[in-house]
């Protein structure tokens, strides 16, 4: 069965450190593609970025980037040079491209610290 | 430039009503999607839409039904609220499935 899991329910980092939230996975479909998600605590979900399955490199968009490991099933996001305002809750979620579905881990609460 | 537009933002309501929760989108995106959000859980697919006509159901429909006539609006209904569906509910669309979903800003709701 496919599933998610988000590892540290919570964590404080320091201003300006990087730092790393895991997601790991599982499927048998040979093709998805894994996103991450923010939600501060105001509640919206913000898109950060997307890792198909197929994609040669790890993707980058700004400070957020995607450790793509795919033989360890694990698919990390690291922020560098955390800021304040990247305290929130974090989501990993994975779509199988067999079906429209999203599989959402249980999330991350990230504290920075000034 | 409205997105995802959820209402209403907050409901109470007695076991046993019913209500219908709106989803709109002005992006003229084919797929939607509603989900519930439970106090440390990810979120659960309820139902979701591949275009104007065609639902199916996600992970947790019971409770609940949806209907998409339109490409715009996808509104969920609740048959006959139960306190176990007091949660935060978000409706999302993306343009094609390997899109990344826009989320409206949620709908809380407790059920009495």
């Known amino acids: 069965a496919q599933k998610i899991t988000q590892t540290q329910p919570g964590m404080f980092v320091q201003e300006k450190e990087a730092v790393t939230l895991d997601c790991t996975y599982d499927t048998s479909d040979p093709s998805y593609g894994l996103f991450w998600y923010k939600q501060p605590s105001s509640g919206e979900m913000i898109f950060l970025i997307y890792q198909g399955s197929y994609d040669q490199q790890n993707a980058t968009e700004g400070r957020y980037s995607l450790n793509f490991q795919k033989a360890r099933k694990s698919a990390n996001l690291v922020i560098s040079a955390s800021q304040l305002g990247d305290s929130a809750m974090y989501f990993c979620a994975m779509r199988m491209d067999s079906n429209y579905q999203l599989i959402w881990g249980a999330g991350t609460k990230l504290i920075i610290k000034p | 430039n409205a997105g995802v537009t959820q209402t209403p933002k907050f409901q109470v309501l007695k076991t046993g009503q019913s209500m219908t929760l709106q989803c709109a989108q002005d992006?003229?995106?084919?797929?939607m999607s509603w989900y519930r959000q439970d106090p440390g859980m990810g979120l659960r697919l309820i139902h979701y839409s591949v275009g104007a006509g065609i639902t199916d159901q996600g992970e947790v429909p019971n409770g609940y039904n949806v209907s998409r006539s339109t490409t715009e609006d996808f509104p969920l209904r609740l048959l006959s609220a139960a306190p176990s569906q007091t949660s935060v509910y978000f409706c999302?669309?993306?343009?094609?499935?390997?899109?990344?979903?826009?989320f409206g800003d949620g709908t809380r709701l407790s059920i009495l």
């Open positions: 999302a669309s993306s343009y094609s499935r390997n899109q990344p979903q826009h």
């Open positions: 992006m003229n995106h084919e797929y």
